[in-house]
């Protein structure tokens, strides 16, 4: 069974630019979550989606979004790209049964972001 | 504010060694805790988890040890192997299912 793939796995934006990264979970996974992680700090927690809906927000600016699509393919943008940006991307999938266990989630490699 | 905090940035321990890493928490109404670690270039791997209604959970090497009373949890490695350098994330589920994470601990193995 395929893992979590993001892309692309690095990229180097400059301030301004808005950014696109790509999430594709594991094959009957519907729930994908977004994470920031930065040197120090834990992952954060920026948005989880679900069949399409975005369930669960972290505390980012609107400058992030995000979507999925009917295959629970996931992407999420940043615009307008702030030097603070830069940063390890993580997307993670999971097969959601709440109410069943610890909600395992299954991470990508992440996609790293360099802002100049 | 910091609900899940991992007040060690780094470790160092002697392979056969035990390894203890800590997690201190905030939220008693957390239900489960998770531990994942993470080798540079990937994305974190799942290790164990302990519900808030157990005190300890057994994985081979790998043991955690949840102190409700004191909001504390430990993993524990016996006997460290040089695989196990990686930085070791400890996370918390709260009443949304969502999860929040520590900051990590670099746990190094010395031969």
């Known amino acids: 069974k395929a893992g979590v793939t993001q892309t692309p796995r690095y990229l180097i934006k400059t301030r301004g630019q808005q950014v696109t990264l790509s999430c594709s979970p594991i094959?009957?996974?519907?729930?994908v979550s977004w994470y920031q992680q930065t040197p120090g700090q834990g992952l954060q927690f920026l948005f989880e989606y679900f069949s399409e809906t975005q369930r669960n927000k972290g505390n980012f600016p609107g400058r992030f979004s995000g979507r999925q699509f009917s295959n629970s393919r996931s992407e999420m943008n940043v615009s307008t790209l702030e030097l603070g940006d830069s940063a390890l991307y993580l997307c993670a999938s999971s097969n959601n049964n709440p109410g069943v266990g610890a909600n395992v989630l299954t991470f990508g490699a992440g996609s790293r972001l360099t802002v100049l | 504010d910091q609900q899940v905090k991992q007040n060690s940035p780094s470790l160092s321990v002697q392979e056969g060694r035990i390894s203890i890493l800590n997690c201190d928490y905030t939220n008693s109404m957390f239900d489960y805790f998770l531990w994942y670690k993470k080798y540079p270039a990937e994305g974190p791997t799942f290790l164990i988890s302990i519900s808030s209604i157990k005190d300890k959970n057994e994985d081979g090497r790998f043991t955690v040890f949840l102190n409700k009373s004191a909001k504390h949890l430990s993993l524990h490695i016996v006997p460290s192997q040089p695989g196990d350098s990686a930085v070791y994330f400890c996370a918390a589920r709260d009443s949304n299912y969502q999860l929040i994470w520590g900051a990590g601990t670099k746990l190094i193995i010395k031969p």
């Open positions: 094959s009957g996974h519907r729930s």
